[in-house]
């Protein structure tokens, strides 16, 4: 029988064409007679537009439209914000400043050239008002807000945490710190926007999440959504920022319908890093309590981090806390500082990449004032079933995890003390930590068809972000319908297909992925009693329950020489093809279970103790996400994540004027991310885990567990080599000196 295509290591079908440049990104869909549209973006934090002068502006060559709070067309829904992760949008509808950079106005022009320079020739006057962006100087005004995340409680307690800590015979008590940071994906956000009359509009976006975009641009336009279509066949990477629709969208929109024209607009580098989120800072003072043995009996994680004025996002970073260890008395918040900056969002592993890297810390300290092996701790706190919900784990193989990275690491000949291990004149550390990421499934749809000549369509909106979506879809079509994989092609990325949730949370695959199973099965079902019931096909009343599908065909397990191969089959059938479409649900079986992903993250950093230069020599990391669906995309994302822990923990941090609130390191020149340089080789172990409850097809998301823990474990590696403990992240050499 042939090998099942899902776990297998496939080559992305997407892969040829974005080699030779072929495929068309959002901004890359030709559109007849498109006009340019460019934002221009205020330079004050915080205030009023006294006054916007814009003659010399219109009269430029080749302008269409110059639009500004002065005369921007009222939208009717420009206020909505329906869920918490919805935003609050800058639409030109009022003169108020709310954080720098924000958009004052849109200039449309028959060239992007032409756009940008008369951009330049409006001159705006500001009533200033106080900027106030220092997290740390407005700890006190902190709040309570309405969630964790999108839907988590902000606070949690169990047992007795105050009377715990009171009696810990080891007690570690620390603040630690994670910065703003921006998403940066290479390709940047733009879109055209493309109406057909007042009253239906088509957008071509770069989008996680076509249908919230679908359903914001109906709410702020006062549109049925059925008139309102996105495409977004390929997205250059989104990380998060993607996620939700921002203000240049639907300004976009507004000036499409203004001019009566097609309009492209696309932000410069500069403005994605204010127009379209960011990670939060956050603040984070985690206590824990242990006994002489090491085993914990207190834990307290609270959290503060920054949202802006206008809306509101919390990041989650405690959640983890509440169920990553075996304690019995635990308690967690999240407080938010509202400052004058633009709205953060999710960003890869919201809340996990930043709450990790303290509670990893943290047990890293416990270990050192217990003198205890810091894999041995978290092995001694192992947590057999999840002790917030008090539920068994769907599947859990952390023990596995630690084992396997820890011996290809070598992890046993690690000396513990502080600067007792070298290479020549460099000074060697090693660190370790947990990364974890919970496994959501969200209801999800698709539809498969068979053709004519046998081969297999997949259509669902869901988005392709570059993580494999075209292929792992494609992958289990053809293993549900027994076909080969150049057989089938998929159709994504437009919300004329079936509906489909965001791309992010680690769920396409879980989500989106399972519907295609099941709607798969739903077709070979049909192909099944079609079969059965046509008296000239060899499979005429054969009993169903002995009919396989393999290599093309239909046959009768037992009798190899009953079977009909699906071009036959569908021969005789009217039409043109044969469908099926499902909409899968979250498994109920999930509910009395909890779900999570787990793997384990070590770190070799070597130290030049002259320069205090620390360079990420090696990665061995293990994780545990259920069915692996493509051996090769699978350990593409792995290696991402864990490269991007490796800026998260040594570079990447946006840096605000306090005085303006403007970012000022606004490119990749000064916003700096790993190159090459930077990266050593990565070693990832799959570990192999049997899941029968997260979903239909057993696989865990992976988009996002890599970069957790990761951060930790090279700030455990620094203490290591060097002694020194680094808190505050990202790990400068004026910190090591």
Known sequence: MTEPWVGRAVDRADAPGKVRGAVEYAADVPVANVAHAVVLTGNVGRGRIDSLDTRAAELAPGVLAVLSSANAPKLPGADTKKSPTDRVLQLLQDAEIVYNDQPVAV????????????????????????????????????YTPKTAGPRAQPDSLRGDVEGALANAAVKVDQMYSTPVQNHNPMEMHGLTAVWQGKD??????????????????????????????????????????????????????????????????VLTRQQMFSLVGHRPETLQRVVLGASRDGKLTAIQHDVVSSTSRFDEFSEPSALQTRMLYACPNVSTSHRLVRLDIPTPTFMRAPGEASGTFALEVALDELASALSMDPLELRLRNYAERDPDEDKPWSSKSLRECYRLAADRFGWQRRKPEPRSMRDGHLLLGWGMATATYPTRQSASSARVLMKKDGRVLVQAGSQDLGTGTYTILAQIAADALGVPLERVRCDIGDTALPETPISGGSQTASS??????????????????????????????????????????????????????YVELMARLPGSELSAEVKSEEKPERKARSCHAFGAQFVEVKLDPDTCEVRVTRCVSAFAAGKILNQKTARSQFMGGMVWGIGFALQEHTVRDPRTGRVVTRDLADYHVPVNADVPELSVILVDEEDAYVNELGSKGIGEIGITGISAAIANAVYHATGKRVRDLPITLDKLL
């Open 200 to 265: 239906s509009l088509t957008l071509y976006d770069t989008s996680q999440g076509i249908f919230g975009v679908k359903q914001k641009l109906a709410a702020i336009f006062g549109l049925a959504p059925a008139n309102v279509r996105v495409i977004s066949h390929y997205v250059g990477g989104g990380f998060g920022c993607k996620g939700t629709p921002w203000s240049h969208v639907a300004l976009c929109a507004l000036a499409a319908r203004v001019l009566g024209r097609p309009v492209k607009l």
């Open 107 to 142: 200039v449309v022009a028959d060239t992007l050239e032409r756009a940008r320079e008369a951009a330049e020739l409006i001159v705006l006057k500001y009533a200033l008002g106080t900027v106030e962006v220092r997290l740390q100087d407005l700890v006190a005004r902190s």
């Open 512 to 565: 989106t992925g399972s519907a295609v199973k099941l709607a798969a099965l739903e077709l070979r079902k049909k192909l099944v009693a079609t079969a059965l019931a046509d008296s000239e096909s060899p499979l005429f009343k054969a009993p169903s329950e002995r009919v396989e599908a393999r290599e093309g065909a239909l046959v009768l397990r037992g009798e190899p020489k009953r079977q009909q191969t």
